[in-house]
């Protein structure tokens, strides 16, 4: 992911080795890590069981928000992909009861946004 596309506020793909250092301790038995995508210093996790976003707060990032949602409450999910001009796609998720969407994430160029909604499809669906 390039510096100008995270200053864009576009996530990339993280690194599997980084995720699990970073969020090993927060997994459950039998948990595991399908595909993971950072914005500067946030993480958003999928894994086989719920999704996970990690908020770095502050100057230092030392302070974090542990955000973790059950694939169930999803009650659905939109992407929208890059155009010809367009720097980035687009993942919009909403939990039940919610009327508008509960997050929304823009990806930078070398995410397959298809990937993703594949995963999310698989354990949404």
Known sequence: MGLFSSLLGNAGVANADDLQKECGNLLTDNETIEIGFKLIRDVFVF???RLILIDKQGITGRKVAYLSI???AISRFSIETAG????DAELKIWISGEAEPSISKKFDRNVNIYDLQKVLAQHVL
């Open 47 to 49: 894994t086989n069981k």
């Open 70 to 72: 059950a694939y169930k």
């Open 84 to 87: 010809s001009f367009e720097l």
